[in-house]
């Protein structure tokens, strides 16, 4: 876990992870690096990450896998329709999406990245500290 993890699931923000779907996980390491994990996802898992990913972050082509952008980003539309009831084009997902071998991240610091992401899947601002959840 990182230094900020939240779950969305049952229509409200919780701290730490979540086994039951759906659900949505913010994992926030720093600035540079989030994790969002969520369920129901495609057959490879739901899992992005904004800023940089993990082997560009820490220079370890070993620290993640390959992540299918445009397929992630449409299961994301897909999850955010059927849990949250919003109407979201993949494409405007996408956008946020950490890159392969990125040099800048489109964001200069992850939580702005992450809550334009929680707005545009039709989810409540993400709580800061433990007494928001």
């Known amino acids: ?3 900020l993890t939240k779950t969305f699931a049952a229509g409200k923000w919780s701290a730490g992870d979540s086994a039951n779907a759906p659900f949505l996980t913010v994992d ?3 600035s540079d690096i989030a994790t969002i994990s969520y369920e129901p996802g ?3 898992g739901g899992l992005v990450y904004l800023g ?3 082997r560009d972050y ?3 082509d070993t620290a993640s896998a390959d992540v ?3 397929g992630q980003a449409a299961a994301l539309a897909a999850w955010a329709r059927d849990v949250t009831g919003a ?3 993949a494409a405007s997902i996408r956008l946020l999406l950490a890159e392969d071998r990125v040099e800048e991240p489109v964001d200069v610091f992850v939580e702005e990245a ?3 992401l929680l707005e545009i899947l039709g989810l409540p601002t993400l709580p800061l500290d433990e007494d928001e959840a």
């Open 58 to 60: 820490f220079e370890d």
């Open 87 to 89: 109407r979201v084009d």
């Open 52 to 54: 940089f990913q993990p």
């Open 42 to 44: 495609p057959l490879s």
């Open 68 to 70: 299918d952008l445009d």
């Open 1 to 3: 876990m990182g230094l």
């Open 114 to 116: 992450v809550a334009r």
């Open 28 to 30: 926030i390491y720093d």
